[in-house]
């Protein structure tokens, strides 16, 4: 059989082949080398040939082709979000369409990745209409039983009819003209949920969220391909309104095939019940789904099902014995447990590695691994395959071992830890034990004996009262690493070294680093690349660049380690490009919310000062989100506008959701 290597060797005549074996090979073995360079050379041929497209060209090639379409509206190239391929190889079917509201709405989408909605303004104004052009919903009369349309007043989605405004001041002046257009902007992307647990926070209620935090739910996204019909609402991935799935439920009653609840849509609800051979779910029919306000826990009687999509909270008597959602909610950008690839950061089981999976349809639970757990078999690796939640009240001893706990890709499994979750290495005498989380939502506390090196990368420890990370005994000879990761308050001794990348560390009100949670103790070596701080910091010393501290950062020994292109309350020697208030009273920090679980959380608000938003070592922002350039992706929608806004219209604002507050 001849191979791809063989293929020179196998043009010579049989007569030279028969000649080289008696010869032992010889040109067999220089045919050889020439053949691995012919390979080279067909892979550079076709490789040229693939950069010649924005679909498979390589990522250095995606700016001379920008250059070619005289594609200024793209992201900085080494840091071009995944949908900058689509908007290059769609510019020309955009340019020729400009003037659309539909367009521009599609191209903000493609350059920043967020949905967005355009106000054309003018279809909102009371005039005499052409006979051969009629819009029979623009009624100059409001309808004042109409619920929605009142609702709807001063929304992306407004429907009551103006008459031109002349005023020229306060915050909507100028908004209700004939050449007027407004843009709406939801940062943030879809993250779909399937089958997750929903918690239970007292009899017959439960939230969505697997932790009993209120959250937001999002309408499930669908593109659609008509580019001359603006987005409705429908067809973005936005907080879904109460009323507006009240109405759609009720026109769907009979024949069960609602826009927004269903297998598949917005949201979906299952009943599951355990049996001998697992879980058996089945699918809460929308007939028995009511939509209303749960903010104050209703006590009702029947066998209905009442959801509160604005807070995701879900009120049932149905029996049964745990409930399944699906669900869709939003998130400013992958960070933290979440929905997203992670294939990369993922550790490969191998023949040196115990191999675990869990899942709750198997009936093996994470309890039930751990128990498993024998460091004289060596390292172990247990992976979680689904999105359900894990109650765990054991504690590990390592042995001198590692043990890596990680999220299947596209999955996010919870950990609740009912105590705290203490890891002992009692064998430290023969190196440190390691633990890995990786895609975890976790929410307790987990406390280090000596010797011990934590790795947490893409999870969440829930910010709570008490400290996400902890030592006992003393804590010597720890290592503590946050990589893309939201944690709560980390409380290590001096002698222990922190290492905190891309994340957000949030002491929920007490100190966010320190030796205890009074703040009082010094805490651990701190070296910081593009995080943000949330709560008070002392430390031994410290390493940062790219930092945001939203609180006074304490030193035991200011002339070590170096900070730069950092925001500080307090002044601090060694530093370079750092900014910190000019005056006692002068707060130029502001972020969108600093509660975790909202859209925005840990963000920079517009309010923000320059010095911070574009103060990085790059010129963008500060902090988390540094990397993700959300910043930048913000300052380009302006430059969209001002080529793709319909000719002869003034647009009176551009709004990016959610707003402060």
């Not at 590990?396 to 979750?421: E, H, V």
């Amino acid at each position: 059989m001849t191979t791809s290597m063989e293929r020179l060797y196998q043009r010579l005549p049989a007569i030279y082949r028969r000649h080289d074996e008696i010869q032992g090979r010889t040109l067999y073995a220089l045919l050889q080398v020439m053949e691995q360079e012919l390979i080279r050379m067909e892979q550079e041929i076709g490789q040229a040939y693939d950069n010649c497209f924005i679909e498979t060209c390589q990522p250095q090639f995606i700016g001379p082709i920008a250059d070619l379409l005289a594609g200024k509206d793209l992201l900085s190239i080494d840091k071009v979000p995944a949908n900058q391929r689509r908007l290059l190889a769609k510019l020309l079917h955009y340019r020729r369409r400009k003037g659309q509201a539909a367009t521009l709405e599609s191209v903000i989408k493609d350059l920043s990745g967020w949905p967005a909605k355009v106000v054309e303004y003018s279809n909102l104004i009371a005039t005499t209409q052409h006979s051969q052009c009629l819009r029979l919903e623009n009624n100059t009369t409001v309808a004042v039983r109409d619920e929605s349309r009142l609702a709807s007043l001063l929304t992306p989605f407004e429907k009551l009819v103006h008459t031109v405004q002349i005023s020229s001041s306060g915050r909507y002046a100028n908004y209700y003209k004939l050449d007027t257009i407004g843009v709406y902007v939801w940062r943030g992307s879809n993250q779909q949920v399937r089958a997750a647990s929903a918690a239970q926070v007292a009899v017959n209620c439960y939230t969505f969220h697997a932790f009993g935090l209120d959250l937001a739910l999002v309408n499930g996204e669908q593109n659609t391909a008509n580019l001359s019909a603006p987005n409705a609402g429908a067809e973005l991935a936005i907080p879904l309104q109460n009323k507006q799935v009240a109405e759609d439920l009720a026109q769907h009653q009979a024949d069960e095939a609602s826009y927004f609840y269903g297998p598949g849509q917005s949201f979906c609800l299952h009943k599951v019940t355990r049996t001998a051979n697992g879980y058996e779910q089945q699918t809460i029919p929308l007939s028995a789904i009511k939509v209303m306000d749960l903010t104050d826990w209703p006590t009702l009687i029947g066998d209905e099902v009442v959801v509160d999509l604005e807070r995701g909270r879900i009120y049932t008597s149905l029996a049964m014995d745990e409930l399944w959602v699906d669900y869709h909610y939003a998130m400013l950008a992958p960070m933290g447990g979440g929905y997203y690839d992670r294939r990369d950061s993922l550790m490969a089981a191998d023949d040196t590695i115990t191999a675990l999976k869990v899942s709750k349809q198997t009936g093996f639970s994470l309890a039930q691994a751990l128990l498993r757990y024998d460091a004289s078999k060596g390292d172990y690796l247990i992976e979680i395959g689904d999105n359900h939640t894990y109650e765990l009240a054991e504690s590990i001893d390592l042995r001198g071992r590692s043990l890596t706990i990680q999220a299947a890709d596209n999955c996010r499994p919870c950990i609740k830890l009912s105590a705290a979750f203490v890891v002992h290495n009692t064998l430290n005498q023969s190196g440190q034990a390691r633990l890995s989380l990786n895609g975890l939502l976790v929410s307790g506390s987990i406390q280090l004996d000596d010797n011990i090196q934590l790795s947490v990368q893409d999870c969440t420890l829930l910010p709570a009262a008490q400290p996400a990370i902890s030592a006992i005994n003393g804590g010597h000879y720890l290592q503590v690493s946050l990589s893309n990761s939201i944690s709560g308050a980390v409380c290590l001794p001096s002698s222990a070294q922190l290492l905190v990348t891309d994340s957000v560390v949030d002491g929920k009100g007490g100190p966010a680093i320190a030796g205890d949670t009074t703040g009082q103790i010094v805490g651990p070596s701190l070296n910081l690349q593009r995080a943000t701080l949330l709560g008070k910091t002392w430390v031994a010393e410290i390493a940062a660049s790219e930092m945001i501290a939203s609180d006074t950062v304490t030193l035991l020994r200011e002339d070590r380690g170096r900070v730069r292109y950092s925001y500080l309350p307090n002044k601090l020697p060694n530093c370079d490009g750092c900014y910190w208030p000019s005056q006692p009273n002068d707060v130029p920090l502001s972020f969108i919310t600093t509660e975790y679980g909202k859209l925005g959380y840990a963000q920079l608000s517009q309010d923000c000062s320059e010095q911070i938003s574009k103060g990085a070592a790059d010129g963008l922002e500060m902090g988390v989100y540094n990397r993700f350039s959300l910043t930048e992706r913000e300052n380009k929608l302006q430059e969209v506008l001002d080529e793709y806004r319909p000719y002869s219209t003034s647009c009176q604002h551009l709004t990016l959701l959610p707003e402060q507050g």
